[in-house]
């Protein structure tokens, strides 16, 4: 069983091994991970949510800056979505995602707007996001990143 629940400022350090961990940065990509912390401002500052399995461990999370760059007056921005390596595979990204659209709809953000890690692209289409552009090389980063657009859709009680 997996619980969803608001990040606390002591759940930075789970989160950023999460992130430093994941498999889905390995080789070329993880200099765009590298040296991320998060640290209790960050998670008191955005709307950051977790998932809990049975003992209490966090074991997956988004993060999302509001407002971000969103075209649209009423826009959000994913910053993370991870699932610890372990737990892949069992539906906790779709589970998180569905509670990312419900808080939206919730607050009347019209759309999400994700800067991809490019092997995510592929989730996200199936999430419903539209790829509306790519990112440019820059920095340390020395791919194109996918921009994807995902429309909120409402949610009934």
């Known amino acids: 069983m997996t619980y969803l629940r608001d990040a606390r400022a002591e ?4 989160l950023s091994r999460i992130v430093e961990e994941s498999r889905a940065y390995d080789g070329v990509y993880k200099v765009q991970i590298k040296g ?11 709307h950051v949510r977790v998932a809990e399995d049975d ?3 966090v074991i997956a999370f988004y993060s999302v800056i509001v407002p971000g760059t969103s075209p649209h007056r009423k826009g959000a ?3 993370f979505m991870f699932v610890e390596n372990r737990s892949q595979g069992r539906g906790l990204g779709t589970a998180l995602f569905r509670d990312l659209n419900t808080w939206a709809a ?21 999430m419903g996001a539209l790829q509306t552009g790519r990112l440019p090389p820059s920095g ?3 791919w194109w990143r996918p921009i994807m657009t995902f429309t909120v859709a409402a949610t009934r009680d």
């Open 36 to 46: 991320v912390k998060f640290s209790p401002h960050y998670i008191d500052s955005n």
């Open 55 to 57: 003992h209490k461990k």
């Open 11 to 14: 759940d930075g350090e789970c």
């Open 106 to 126: 919730e607050k009347q953000i019209e759309s999400i707007t994700i800067v991809s890690h490019p092997p995510s692209s592929e989730f996200y289409e199936k």
């Open 140 to 142: 340390r980063v020395t």
């Open 77 to 79: 921005e994913l910053d």
